[in-house]
């Protein structure tokens, strides 16, 4: 497995990750035991880094990680943690909140659930519109001079934002979705990631599987499967492409 740096502060991982999320939510077809079957798999073909949020099943995906991880050393994997989505019981999104102390409520969980001291790459879901992204990666600043996270970074964060967070505290990686059919990255926030030597941890490089030729019929996805919305989303986008061009 190649491995390289991430970002120009940021530490070396593998060139492939895994994200965890489907494992937990938003995808159809989920199995408990195939799911610590894949990651273990995935750590013992030379992956080191898993992705995952603290959202993914309200819990459910670190508690997984946890699992698989158990007789491995933990200094051998790269845990990327987003945080600050809000969801009520029944999993449905209530927004995002930033502010530092609940930004050191939501690690003491995740530390808790993943059954370690520290998280390598720790960074918000989203911009919190009501926060000033200063203080929420404020807070992050504190847990790394505490040991409880060794870098900050953001995820679907504007250029505008990055320079700000990155002027407190340096961001190691950026956490954005990057594939041939969605680009709008290359625009402002992939030339400020470089110039900030911020590094990019492109998700959805095969649009979640719509790229692969493994998903012919999205119709067919069963209801709550996230990406029968994406879809037709992606469509209207085509549709829209059509009409401007």
């Keep these: 497995m190649e491995t390289r740096k991430v ?20 995808y159809s077809g989920r199995d408990d035991v195939e799911s610590i ?11 080191t880094l898993l992705d995952s949020g603290d959202f993914y099943g309200m819990g459910h995906n670190e508690l997984l990680i946890r699992e698989a991880l158990k007789g491995r050393r933990r200094d ?36 808790q659930r993943l059954g370690t001291d520290y998280i390598d790459f720790y960074f918000p879901s989203r911009v919190d519109p009501a926060v000033p992204i200063e203080e929420t990666i404020g807070a992050v600043s504190d847990l ?8 900050a970074g953001l995820s679907e964060a504007p250029a505008a934002a990055l320079r700000r967070a990155h002027a407190v505290h340096p961001i190691s990686a950026l956490e954005i979705e990057y594939s041939i059919f969605s680009r709008d990255i ?11 030597g911020i590094g990019i941890l492109a998700y959805g490089a ?20 996230f990406r029968r919305y994406l879809q037709t989303k992606k469509e209207s986008r085509c549709r829209n492409f059509a009409l401007l061009g």
Excluded: H
């Design 76 to 111: 051998q994997v790269s845990l990327t943690i987003k945080f600050g989505a809000l969801r009520d019981w029944r999993g449905n999104f209530l927004g995002f909140d930033g502010r530092p102390a609940l930004v050191k409520t939501f690690i003491s969980y995740s530390l």
């Design 37 to 47: 079957a894949t990651i273990q798999a995935a750590l013992d073909a030379g992956i």
């Design 144 to 151: 790394v001079k505490e040991g409880k996270v060794r870098y």
């Design 206 to 225: 095969l649009s979640r599987g719509l790229l692969s030729g493994t998903i012919t019929d999205p119709s067919k996805l069963d209801a709550e499967d």
């Design 186 to 196: 290359e625009r402002e926030t992939l030339p400020a990631a470089r110039e900030l």
């Design 7 to 26: 970002g120009r502060r940021g530490w070396t991982a593998s060139a492939l990750g895994l994200g965890c999320m489907g494992m937990s939510a938003f």
